[in-house]
């Protein structure tokens, strides 16, 4: 080992008796951390394909309308919980004080707590970490959520309350 | 002439640049997360390709590494 320098002539009797190759030991370390490193890119960019194609699934999944039972006769500063579009989906709807019916998912877009009506204040609440949303465009107003919930696109048939879509 | 000085050099090299772009491509998985649940799933397949881009990168540089082990070898056993 030419460059190695526990191999070399000069270096002391007890470090030619007991080498140890500093050098070539970090090169093979590193070589595999590389290596290690390079396993760790490949996992994450199946993790981001894996993102894309729970993004294509979701976007082809068209949500039918379902009758929210209840939902014409709330009255003004009520709320109503029913979910949509699916069974785990749980969803708000909310009359304000103007009579405009209006309604979300009950997901708080921070870290998936479940937002609940204030009547008072014409919000809606996330009591995980005090985060507010307003009650007619489901923005965030104060605390952590930064993105809006979610709304539920109503129509109303025959006197009956149809949830006929989500846009996010 | 290969020495093990150049490798353990171009080894070091070689991890920052990979860890440089592992770190990137953490941030677009987390990025890729935050786009899915805001709904904005038009920058998801961008996202996914330009990671895939970056292991490429990272997979090219690994095996201009294995291949200076090689040579550095075939040095050591002359
Ligand atoms: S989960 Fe709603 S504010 Fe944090």
């Given at each position: 080992?030419?460059?190695?320098?526990?191999?070399?002539?000069?270096?002391?009797?007890?470090?030619?008796?007991?080498?140890?190759?500093?050098?070539?030991?970090?090169?093979?370390?590193?070589?595999?951390?590389?290596?290690?490193?390079?396993l760790?890119?490949?996992?994450?960019?199946?993790?981001?394909?894996a993102?894309?194609?729970v993004?294509?699934?979701?976007?082809?999944?068209?949500?039918?309308?379902?009758?929210?039972?209840?939902?014409?006769?709330?009255?003004?500063?009520?709320?109503?919980?029913?979910?949509?579009?699916?069974?785990?989906?749980?969803?708000?709807?909310?009359?304000?004080?103007?009579?405009?019916?209006?309604?979300?998912?009950?997901?708080?877009?921070?870290?998936?707590?479940?937002?609940?009506?204030?009547?008072?204040?014409?919000?809606?609440?996330?009591?995980?970490?005090?985060?507010?949303?307003?009650?007619?465009?489901?923005?965030p107003?104060?605390?952590?959520?930064?993105?809006?919930?979610?709304?539920?696109q109503?129509?109303?048939?025959?006197?009956?309350?149809?949830?006929?879509?989500?846009?996010? | 002439?290969?020495?093990?000085?150049?490798?353990?050099?171009?080894?070091?090299?070689?991890?920052?640049?990979?860890?440089?772009?592992?770190?990137?491509?953490?941030?677009?998985?987390?990025?890729?997360?935050?786009?899915?649940?805001?709904?904005?799933?038009?920058?998801?397949?961008?996202?996914?390709?330009?990671?895939?881009?970056?292991?490429?990168?990272?997979?090219?540089?690994?095996?201009?590494?294995?291949?200076?082990?090689?040579?550095?070898?075939?040095?050591?056993?002359?």
């Amino acid at each position: 080992m030419a460059d190695d320098p526990d191999s070399n002539e000069q270096a002391p009797r007890w470090r030619r008796d007991f080498p140890i190759g500093w050098e070539s030991d970090h090169y093979v370390s590193r070589r595999e951390l590389a290596k290690f490193l390079t396993l760790g890119s490949a996992l994450l960019v199946g993790a981001s394909f894996a993102i894309a194609l729970v993004g294509k699934l979701r976007r082809a999944v068209p949500a039918s309308a379902a009758r929210i039972p209840g939902g014409a006769a709330l009255g003004i500063g009520e709320s109503l919980l029913f979910r949509y579009p699916t069974d785990e989906d749980p969803c708000i709807l909310v009359r304000d004080h103007e009579g405009q019916l209006n309604a979300y998912s009950q997901v708080c877009t921070h870290l998936s707590c479940a937002v609940v009506y204030r009547p008072g204040e014409e919000t809606l609440f996330c009591p995980c970490h005090h985060g507010y949303f307003s009650c007619g465009e489901g923005l965030p107003t104060a605390g952590p959520p930064t993105r809006r919930l979610p709304r539920i696109q109503l129509e109303e048939r025959a006197g009956e309350l149809f949830a006929v879509g989500v846009k996010v | 002439m290969e020495t093990r000085r150049q490798g353990l050099s171009l080894m070091t090299a070689l991890c920052l640049l990979i860890g440089t772009l592992l770190v990137i491509q953490l941030w677009l998985v987390a990025a890729s997360l935050d786009a899915l649940y805001a709904g904005d799933v038009g920058v998801l397949v961008p996202a996914a390709l330009v990671s895939l881009g970056m292991f490429a990168v990272n997979g090219f540089l690994l095996w201009y590494g294995a291949d200076f082990d090689r040579r550095l070898k075939r040095v050591r056993r002359r």
